[in-house]
């Protein structure tokens, strides 16, 4: 069984800056890729970042490269998502996923990833 902790999430002020963990736990990550997601209200959850738990390699969604910087402890089995210079529209539920699967082809895909956490809420006020 894999469980996927997340926090750090809370209410911000547009422009302001948050930076939210998923804590691992029941496997060894050593060669597979974290995730985050996240899902608006009466919107589709959609790709943030992802991360290559060994190698390190970052891919992030187009419209968000910039802004949102993913990382990981591998020591701490934690993966991390620094968001800076909150917008309102950043608002959602941000999920982390864990995924047993090598390469990177289908990073952006919910659907490659096999664990998920139970997501943590983040407000932008304007």
């Known amino acids: 069984q894999v469980q996927l902790v997340e926090s750090g999430g809370g209410l911000v002020q547009a422009g302001g800056s948050l930076r939210l963990s998923c804590a691992a736990s029941g496997r060894t990550f050593s060669s597979y890729a974290m995730g985050w997601f996240r899902q608006a209200p009466g919107k589709e959850r959609k790709f943030v970042a992802a991360i290559t738990w060994s190698g390190g390699n970052t891919y992030y969604a187009d419209s968000l490269k910039g802004r949102f910087t993913i990382s990981r402890d591998s020591a701490r089995n934690t993966v991390y998502l620094q968001i800076n210079s909150l917008k309102p529209e950043d608002t959602a539920v941000y999920y982390c996923?864990?995924?047993?699967?090598?390469?990177?082809?289908?990073?952006?895909?919910?659907?490659?990833?096999?664990?998920w956490g139970q997501g943590t809420q983040v407000t932008v006020s304007s």
């Open positions: 996923a864990a995924s047993p699967w090598s390469g990177s082809t289908y990073v952006t895909r919910g659907d490659w990833y096999d664990y």
